[in-house]
């Protein structure tokens, strides 16, 4: 079966600190892949998105980065965090674009202080 | 662009109540998505639709795709229902992009 991993769970981070989420899928191959930040009391806003290795798609400009180094590996990341960056981030996956079921990671909560 | 719109925003019912939460996306669509989160962060599939009606226990999803809506119905409410649901749409020509609605806060008392 399918699974979907995120870490951490929860984070810290002074501003002008780095950042790295990591996500992981297990039990399939070649996944949509998307990064979605949560502010508190928003809906869902899409970061990145990708549909393959080393092909990122970014949705809004700021100072987050995604990589995806391998097939079932995403990784979002930030050189210097700003406080507007505080927020809940969700890791999903879909097998195809917008027409497969969505699988959520449990989500990393970030506060930058 | 499509734009996805969930009403009511926030809904509060008592157990046993009948419930409905509505979608509407302004441009065709090829999948429509209910999501369910709950207060800890944690989202959860609930249905994905093209067109008809789904039914999965208590919960009943319909899409009309002439009119461009979606209903999410729960039967018999119960407070563990209690959770923000969320519809989002796969459209025709969004790609890989997925686009939600804000989400509708449910609360359900005893």
């Known amino acids: 079966s399918q699974t979907i991993h995120q870490w951490p769970a929860t984070l810290v981070q002074p501003v002008g600190s780095p950042l790295s989420l990591e996500c992981t899928v297990e039990g399939t191959s070649n996944p949509n892949l998307y990064w979605y930040r949560q502010a508190a009391g928003r809906g869902l806003q899409l970061l990145f998105y990708s549909v393959g290795i080393g092909q990122i798609s970014s949705e809004v400009p700021q100072n987050l980065s995604a990589s995806r180094p391998q097939d079932r590996q995403f990784i979002l990341s930030s050189k210097k965090l700003l406080l507007s960056d505080s927020g809940f981030y969700l890791c999903?996956?879909?097998?195809?674009?917008?027409?497969?079921?969505?699988?959520f990671g449990e989500g990393s909560r970030l506060t930058v202080l | 662009k499509n734009e996805v719109e969930q009403s009511p925003q926030n809904l509060t019912a008592q157990e046993g109540e009948f419930i409905t939460i509505n979608c509407s996306y302004s441009?065709?669509?090829?999948?429509l998505h209910w999501l369910q989160q709950h207060p800890g962060g944690g989202i959860v599939s609930l249905f994905m639709l093209s067109s008809g009606k789904k039914k999965h226990g208590r919960l009943i999803a319909t899409i009309n795709i002439q009119e461009k809506h979606s209903s999410l119905h729960i039967t018999a409410s119960h407070p563990r229902d209690s959770a923000v649901y969320i519809c989002?749409?796969?459209?025709?020509?969004?790609?890989?992009?997925?686009?939600f609605g804000e989400g509708t806060q449910l609360t359900v008392n005893p």
């Open positions: 441009v065709g669509i090829s999948a």
């Open positions: 989002a749409e796969g459209g025709e020509t969004s790609g890989s992009r997925l686009t």
């Open positions: 999903a996956w879909t097998r195809l674009a917008g027409t497969g079921e969505l699988f």
